[in-house]
């Protein structure tokens, strides 16, 4: 029951953002499958290693957030907002 509170909240994205990390800044382009006040879950174009902590921009959800990454199943990103 608790997982189904969880979905209720989550808003549907399938919108495209850009993912921000590293030093010097690098950037890579994604998909944003959903968006909670909490966090979001994403696609990224390939399984490559991403940092713990990385800022996440897009502007047709008008999000621009700092994320913590929560989970990872291949191409998939679970994010916190909040670091």
Same mark, same amino acid.
């Given at each position: 029951? &608790?997982? !189904?509170?969880?979905?209720?909240?989550?808003?549907?994205?399938?919108?495209?953002?850009? &993912?921000? #990390? $590293?030093?010097?800044?690098?950037?890579?382009?994604?998909?944003?499958?959903?968006? *909670? *006040?909490? $966090?979001?879950? &994403? !696609?990224?174009? *390939?399984?490559?290693?991403?940092? !713990?902590?990385?800022? @996440?921009?897009?502007?047709?959800?008008?999000?621009?957030?700092?994320?913590?990454?929560? *989970?990872? !199943? $291949?191409? =998939?990103? $679970? @994010? =916190? #907002?909040?670091?």
């Amino acid at each position: 029951m &608790i997982d !189904e509170a969880k979905d209720a909240l989550r808003t549907a994205g399938l919108k495209t953002g850009q &993912i921000y #990390f $590293g030093q010097p800044r690098e950037r890579r382009g994604c998909l944003i499958w959903n968006l *909670s *006040s909490a $966090g979001a879950l &994403i !696609e990224v174009d *390939s399984d490559a290693t991403y940092p !713990e902590k990385l800022r @996440l921009i897009s502007a047709a959800l008008c999000v621009d957030k700092l994320c913590k990454v929560t *989970s990872r !199943e $291949g191409r =998939k990103i $679970g @994010l =916190k #907002f909040g670091i």
